[in-house]
């Protein structure tokens, strides 16, 4: 069963307990921070939508093995702090990752389930999305691969998302992966990938 808009809106203005991927200690944040309060009052049915916060191209080879990692080193093309109106030329056949301005915070009882807002889809730019895990903290990192022939403009601050939450039924392994907090890559550094 997905959390309704009420029960959203209650969790991202009094907020939730969840524990500090940094200090493993307690604390309340907002279910949904770095939001505006116009997203609030637009949630539309079950969801929030999310905006781009940064662009970002990997460049450089990638090594996935059992045992280590190493994803590409990236370059950031863009992003809101630097550049608040900043529009961007996305060419067909590119490939970039995007990066939401809003973090999210997840108790270990909630699981977030992320996808492409449909104005993207219709502009030949599906995204690439993941599941978000219980106790996930921080922005979503997502793919984007232009599959249209024509050229699409895109501004810092579009809705690109949008999340929907799902209570767990019973007890969730928490997330501790290396994509904790605003993690975009390795870098081009090796890892293990667990």
């Known amino acids: 069963m997905v959390l309704g808009a009420d029960k959203i809106v209650r969790m991202i203005r009094d907020g939730i307990v969840v524990e500090d991927h940094k200090s493993g200690k307690l604390e309340k944040k907002p279910l949904i921070e770095n939001i505006g309060g116009d997203q609030i009052d637009q949630i539309e049915g079950t969801t929030v939508d999310l905006r781009l916060g940064a662009i970002y191209r990997p460049v450089g080879s990638a090594r996935l093995m059992r045992e280590s990692r190493v994803t ?6 863009m992003d809101i702090e630097d550049s608040p109106d900043g529009i961007y030329l996305i060419s067909g056949g590119d490939y970039l990752l995007f990066q939401t301005i809003e973090q999210v915070n997840l108790p270990q009882d909630l699981f977030g389930y992320i996808r492409p807002r449909t104005t993207l889809i219709r502009s030949g730019i599906p995204l ?5 895990s219980p106790n996930y903290q921080g922005r979503l990192t997502v793919g984007m691969k232009h599959q249209g022939g024509n050229e699409v403009e895109i501004q810092m601050g579009f809705r690109i998302l949008c999340i929907a939450f799902y209570p767990i039924d019973g007890e969730a392994v928490p997330y501790r992966g290396v994509w904790q907090g605003d993690r975009v890559s390795t870098n081009g550094e090796e890892e293990r990938p667990f």
Do not use: D, G, M, N
């Open 72 to 77: 590409p080193r990236i370059e950031k093309i």
């Open 128 to 132: 690439e999305t993941a599941f978000i």
